[in-house]
């Protein structure tokens, strides 16, 4: 064994994480505090799936885990962008409500407000176990990162894939997987099996960030939020997207064994579809056992990846007798990120067709960048081949597990979220959403929602260009009237009920089908407006950022900074981490 | 009992038709001649459906049958228009190799040529019992309507629901469905039962075709090719929308219970979700049970009432126990219709980007006019919950029935179809497509096909303008360089890889990555027109119309000329049915 290999086995107490369970499991009553998983794919369009209605998307799993359970054929993102949208899953709450803006760069100094609870913190309470792997993006520093935030493991990139370069190591003589599960105690091992240090096929990365090397690559981090010594280590950094798909799969299934017996909470927020940098090839990515296997190109390798892990989490519940004390819940971030053409995804039906040249995908409050594809599976309790197009949302999230896990949610705070068990376990078909008014926020108002949800009609106060946004146009504006559509009759947005042109909106005047709802909008958004108190970001004095040579601050995360942040890929652990005071201060458990 | 009552009751031996099977079902082994069900519904969208990712249709029972068989996520349309589609569905040719054009008026002349071979007369020489329920459109004279090719019974209207007015009696004090089987023994008393004979209510249509008043009033008509004295009734003109789908249902239910022990062949071209005239409300119908319960408005119950007729096949089926020995196939005949707006249907994702202002649903040859919702179910036989995007075609129906039918095809002619069951039975995921070139025509070009699927890529030689068409708008033509996608990663026909505009291909090199792709369908272009000799439609003289008194003939169908045709929606049957020439006329079963 290598110096490295017998380094830091010792401190780091994770080995019980991914070995299997070893007493049988008993039989818990199926209402009694559900494990739940929620699946969370990034930027990944509502007609990517095979379940709506792609041709081509191979994605088999996720495509029978809808089937098998109810398909939430209305189901609304919290944000159109991915932090925003993170911390209304998270938070049961608007994300301007909390505060948080639309997307965290990979060096921002703040985070989700510190004075949040997220559902990990709820779930906690009644004592479950709590893991994420993917992408956490609600702030790097470690007082943000998932350990700190109810956690009890995290491995993932910390925010979006395309934040930063990384490596492909290639498929060349190395396995498809790892022979059995990857040994998070001897991280050396790990990569040796895989192939890891082909230095020939490195790339050296791109530094970014404003200068703070750390944001230029991006890292693999893990968490154990147990080990009170070295809670983070830095996996990879730039990590190597061949196998990333791997570890993921290692890790929550060994979770999965782990916790079989105890009720847990697994949240899988996907880095795929999102894109990657340009140094990646068509701006995806996937690892070798998927790469150029299906018909769609590499966004639909990435896409049957990520349909791997889904399929090797099922059977690893199944195996653990746990089907029936597992609700699945699915949905995405936001929008396809339509600029980005094949490598962006699909916003099926969902087209925008009165946008005209407006990006209606990811960035918008068009239909295309919220409303996103989603289900709800659990064995025995949710009518399987079954579907709802009541109106949920990511927010309902947060109350909706409370409520299973017998939490009671904060009275102190304005919730948005909306508990959607009743939804979920209706077996007539009577079951009605509770949002009478789901609002979107983003896109183009600073003073309000942007849009509404009522009942069959979606109103637009403002609407704006999405990302990509357009050369020489302004925010569209519906001052008069808001743009006014029917979306159970026409979810493609094509038939305005309103003057799609603003500037003829002076003369119009609605007849008696929509004047009712014209109102009904007109009140709710003053009362929306009423309750409404921003949140603040909370980034606290007393955790010291790296100080540079030059008197700035470093906040990225950075393996080594005497080696610019890029360790080649190895490990920075135990020994052998780097013991620069940005390190040192991962280790906050306690600042929770 | 009235004196109409009595009526007609002897003459036409239907009871048998309608009466539960007696003796309990002996079990077939299940590939040994089994039943076919073929689900095809009249302008669907590829969007339209629950399965496909409509957020708000309501198809539960279609839904159910697609998850729990195989969805064929490629499966293309004969024909972007109705005659021509279902000319390509029960012959497995071409259209236009066959020779029928698009659309037949309800006062054509002529039909499917009567030397075109269909499916019901191949599965006849099997044994099979034959049904068809709905929209035949493949000629309206008694030559060619479907006792006379092949169908041992129909009920339906014989072309689209538009082709002239109808009534809709009203939901008032009617049961909302017969309380048993419709007794078509005893006309009077079902229509008693239903309340169709309420004066007040009933319109009394408009006449249209040229002339010709049965072609203003849609016929209801029922065969029973056993009849040799009366095998074609017009059970109604104008018929009565508020009951058809009922009539549908008992009909179809009743044929199966008939037929149980025996192989059947039941074609259910539903009318819906065509749209209707312009007297009908909002250009769609649905019975008392259906309208005015979904979200999706009047095309939404529409959609639901054909569902609903689908949830009783299946119940029938199974109540039957021969679910193991039934395969079902469903599909639509061609796209949407765009231009009919919320009424005209939802073409999904296949939203003809880069068509720009051209209509891309019915009547063109763009994926929106051509590529449709299909699926295959057959218990046992067909893995559930699968999906293939494999290319299939309407055309395929006729080879695969055959093959399971165990009846070799006609060797004199020339078949566009291939079977596609080991695409169906495949549970390996690796069954191929048969078509390594499957053309498309119509639309544009009137010297060769419009377009061709080859693999991933469809190329365009000219693309047309969808109906509605394009004021002052030519037909796009690619003279030079096809236009063309690679439709595995891009279904939306957003991204094409060759000048999307005409003009511009003189200056077009293609790289070598489509360079072979082009020469591949050039010379499968080339073969394909070397094989094509246009079919010629039948009219033979020997059948006379009836003679107007300003020396003009009638084909129109008519239950009373001598009230032009308007028999306030009453049966004209037995004794009581009109004595003319064209009714004597549709005597012609021996003319097969």
Not at 13 to 34: E, H, I
Not at 287 to 310: H, M, P, Q, Y
Not at 445 to 464: D, F, I, L
Not at 525 to 552: C, M, R, W, Y
Request: with cysteine.
């Amino acid at each position: 064994m290598s110096q490295r290999r017998s380094l830091a086995v010792a401190a780091f107490a994770v080995a019980a994480l991914l070995c299997p369970a070893t007493a049988a499991t008993a039989k818990r009553d199926p209402m009694d505090k559900p494990n739940v998983i929620m699946l969370f794919v990034d930027d990944l369009g509502y007609g990517d799936l095979g379940f709506n209605g792609h041709p081509t998307t191979h994605t088999p799993n996720i495509d029978k885990l809808a089937w098998g359970g109810k398909v939430l054929s209305s189901w609304y993102s919290g944000c159109p962008v991915c932090s925003g949208s993170r911390a209304a899953l998270m938070t049961g709450r608007q994300f301007n409500r909390v505060g948080v803006p639309g997307v965290f760069g990979p060096d921002v100094t703040t985070g989700l407000p510190l004075n949040e609870t997220t559902i990990a913190n709820q779930v906690k309470k009644a004592g479950y176990a709590t893991a994420i792997m993917g992408k956490w993006h609600l702030g790097q520093r470690a007082m943000f990162l998932p350990a700190a935030r109810g956690f009890d493991y995290y491995l993932g990139i910390p925010y979006s894939d395309d934040m930063g370069s990384a490596r492909a190591t290639g498929c060349g003589s190395e396995p498809d997987k790892p022979a059995g599960r990857i040994n998070i105690e001897d991280n050396t091992l790990m990569y040796e099996e895989l192939g890891f240090y082909n230095a020939a096929t490195q790339g050296a990365g791109t530094a970014r960030g404003g200068g703070d090397p750390g944001a230029g690559l991006l890292p693999l981090v893990f968490q154990d939020a147990a080990n009170t010594t070295h809670p983070t280590i830095v996996l990879e950094q730039p990590l190597d997207f061949t196998y990333l798909a791997h570890k993921y799969n290692e890790y929550v299934t060994g979770f999965i064994a782990k916790h079989a017996a105890a009720p847990f909470f697994l949240y899988m927020p996907f880095s795929h579809v999102h894109t990657t940098a340009g140094d990646q090839p068509d701006e995806q990515y996937a690892g070798c056992s998927f790469i150029n296997t299906t018909k769609r190109g590499r966004f639909g390798d990435a896409l049957a990846e990520a349909d791997w892990i889904v399929g090797n989490v099922v059977a690893e519940v199944k195996s653990n007798n746990i089907s029936g004390n597992t609700l699945y819940l699915f949905t995405g971030d936001n929008g396809p990120w339509m600029v980005k053409g094949k490598s962006g995804g699909s916003e099926g039906l969902l087209t925008g067709v009165t946008a005209g040249y407006w990006n209606t995908g990811k960035g918008s409050t068009w239909e295309g960048g919220m409303h996103e594809a989603g289900f709800a599976h659990w064995e025995g309790q949710i009518e399987p081949m079954s579907r709802s197009s009541e109106v949920v949302s990511s927010m309902d999230v947060f109350p909706t597990v409370s409520k299973l896990a017998g939490v009671a949610l904060p009275t102190d705070r304005v919730y948005d979220g909306r508990d959607m068990s009743a939804i979920l376990l209706d077996s007539t078909g009577t079951a009605k959403s509770l949002h009478e008014f789901l609002f979107f926020y983003g896109g183009c108002s600073a003073n309000g929602p942007s849009a509404v949800r009522y009942g069959a009609y979606k109103a637009y106060w403002c609407t704006g260009p999405g990302l990509g946004g357009c050369a020489g146009c302004n925010k569209k504006q519906y001052p008069t009237t808001p743009l006014l559509f029917n979306l159970w009759e026409d979810p493609s947005e094509a038939y305005p009920l309103t003057p799609a042109d603003p500037n003829a909106t002076a003369a119009f005047k609605p007849g008696p089908d929509i004047a009712p709802v014209l109102e009904a909008i007109a009140k709710a958004q003053a009362d929306e407006i009423a309750t409404f108190t921003k949140g603040h970001l909370v980034s606290p004095a007393n955790l010291p950022a790296e100080k540079q040579p030059d008197g700035s601050y470093k906040y990225a995360i950075c393996c080594d900074r005497s080696k610019g942040c890029d360790c080649d890929g190895k490990p920075r652990s135990g020994a052998d981490k780097p013991q620069g005071p940005w390190f040192a201060n991962l280790d906050v458990r306690d600042d929770l």
